[in-house]
Each structure stands twice: as C-alpha cells, then as structure tokens.
T-cell receptor, first 113, second 114 residues
Framework: DQQVKQNSPSLSVQEGRISILNCDYT??????FLWYKKYPAEGPTFLIS?????DKNEDGRFTVFLNKSAKHLSLHIVPSQPGDSAVYFC????????????FGIGTKLQVIP | NAGVTQTPKFRVLKTGQSMTLLCAQD?????MYWYRQDPGMGLRLIHY???????AKGEVPDGYNVSRLKKQNFLLGLESAAPSQTSVYFC?????????????FGSGTRLTVV
C-alpha cells in the first residue's frame, strides 16, 4: 500500500521552462512533506519542505504547493536548469512518535539544454 | 566534510555469506536510519534508531539486524545474505525535530548477492 505516490516516473522539460513534479498521498495523518533530489551514485539531498499548516513554501527557484483537501502536493522549478536533472523523491511524515518519513518511488527529471 | 559516511561503497556477496555495513555521522544527530532503494519501490525503511543503545524495526526488517553502540555509528548486518537483498542501501541521520532540515543521507552502498 503506497501511501506516497508519484505517478509520473519521468519528465522532460526544456531549459528555462517550468518543471512541475506531482505527488499524491493517502494517509490523512501526514502533516509534514518534503522533497529530496538525488543524483546518480549519490544519496538523496533535502531540497524543500512544507508543513500542513501552509499551502505554499518557496526557496529560490523551488516552490512547493500543498492542497490538503486533494491530498496533493507539487514541486515547481522555475526556471529549470540542466543541473536540475535528477530523481526527485516526494516524502511525508506524520505527527507523533519518531520522525518516520515515507518516500515515494521518485520522478526522474531531465532538463534539456 | 561534515556528513554521513557509509562503508563500503560496493560489495558482492555469495548467498549465505554475512557482512556488516557501517554508517558514521559527525553531526551529533540523535536519529539514524537504514533504507534500501529498489527499482520501482522507492526508499523503504529497514531499521532505525532514536538514540545510542536503541534500535527499532522499520518497514522491511526481515533478514537484517542493527546496532547503535555509539551515537555516531549505526551498523547494519546481514547474517545470511539472499539474492533478494541485492539493493542500494542508504544510511541517514537527523535531529529529533522535524523542522525544516530533513534527513542527511550517505552516498549509499551497492550490494549484490549472487
């Protein structure tokens, strides 16, 4: 039972355009959401997060939007750069207990120069 | 450089052999985790630790054991390796607070069991 779903395994975008990566979740107990970026042969690196009390969080070229009623979040990258080509993991955690994080299967983004 | 260090980076085992993967962090993080990454499966939690001397099972713990004798180290053991344990293993660490920082991951160990 996948509680965090990334339904698009891959995405190709032209350099300079917007990249939109989508993520859906099923567990209504999730209240904190994160995006990680992973390059080949490296570990994932934390990119941006959002609490469920917000609907938007922005950090430079990266913005995460959260729609709680739809249980959907998205990561926008504007403008996209070739160095953004990587696998992006959506992740979520629930309140209480330790900081357990559930990851999606990832979306591979290719930014074409 | 501060961070999470995993050793070894690559390993090939024969079925039935045992090995230990070492994870070391120098950020004084309380929490540490072991994940495995498989194609189409994302990252799945094997075991985790919320402090020195404590360990707990994650989502896919069968066939693995862990120990956290020192705060900075988290060891993952395979007692009798099976081909199903062929995977990329990631260690991660974090502060107890969930605020903003997320996990810090190591660069991974690619394990092949033949």
């Amino acid at each position: 039972d996948q509680q965090v779903k990334q339904n698009s395994p891959s995405l190709s975008v032209q350099e300079g355009r917007i990249s939109i990566l989508n993520c859906d979740y099923t567990n209504s107990m999730f209240d904190y959401f994160l995006w990680y970026k992973k390059y080949p042969a490296e570990g994932p690196t934390f990119l941006i997060s959002i609490s469920s009390i917000k609907d938007k969080n922005e950090d430079g070229r990266f913005t995460v939007f959260l729609n709680k009623s739809a249980k959907h979040l998205s990561l926008h990258i504007v403008p996209s750069q070739p160095g953004d080509s990587a696998v992006y993991f959506c992740a979520a955690s629930a309140r209480g207990g330790y900081q357990k994080v559930t990851f999606g299967i990832g979306t591979k983004l290719q930014v074409i120069p | 450089n501060a961070g999470v260090t995993q050793t070894p980076k690559f390993r090939v085992l024969k079925t039935g052999q045992s090995m230990t993967l070492l994870c070391a962090q120098d950020m004084n993080h309380e929490y540490m985790y072991w994940y495995r990454q498989d194609p189409g499966m994302g990252l799945r939690l094997i075991h985790y630790s919320v402090g020195e001397g404590t360990t707990a099972k994650g989502e896919v713990p069968d066939g693995y054991n862990v120990s956290r004798l020192k705060k900075q180290n988290f060891l993952l053991g395979l007692e009798s390796a099976a081909p199903s344990q062929t995977s990329v293993y990631f260690c991660a660490s974090s502060y107890p607070s969930r605020a903003n920082y997320g996990y810090t991951f190591g660069s991974g160990t690619r394990l092949t069991v033949v």
